[in-house]
Nanobody, 122 residues
Framework: QVQLVESGGGLVQPGGSLRLSCTAS????????MGWYRQAPGKQRELVAT???????NYADSVKGRFTISRDNAKNTVLLHMNSLKPEDTAVYYC????????????????WGQGTLVTVSS
């Protein structure tokens, strides 16, 4: 079993910045990709950014140019630097990891963090 722990959420004014961090822990697994999703009040969960173990990155159009995703594969950690935050960025941000167990290498699995709240308001 893989567990994800997020941190870094909070209250920030429009135009401000925050850094989210997520670390995966467990035994006998390998991460294929990690990313961030968010769910705003009254909306469905949406992709924010993802990064593969090989460094392939994709962003949602709404955050491109403002957010930066990075990772440390050795530490199974993914970061999300959020700049120029807007009120519409307000959401619960969830870390996601795609991984496989060493004993089930051909079976993809997903893990989700508990979420961290980001509130952008003046």
């Amino acid at each position: 079993q893989v567990q994800l722990v997020e941190s870094g959420g909070g209250l920030v004014q429009p135009g401000g910045s925050l850094r989210l961090s997520c670390t995966a822990s467990g035994s006998f697994f390998s991460i294929n990709a990690m990313g961030w999703y968010r769910q705003a009040p009254g909306k469905q969960r949406e992709l924010v950014a993802t990064i593969t173990s090989g460094g392939l990155i994709n962003y949602a159009d709404s955050v491109k140019g403002r957010f930066t995703i990075s990772r440390d594969n050795a530490k199974n950690t993914v970061l999300l630097h959020m700049n120029s935050l807007k009120p519409e960025d307000t959401a619960v941000y969830y870390c996601n990891a795609g991984y496989h167990r060493w004993t089930q290498l051909r079976t993809p699995l997903d893990a989700w963090g508990q979420g961290t709240l980001v509130t952008v308001s003046s």
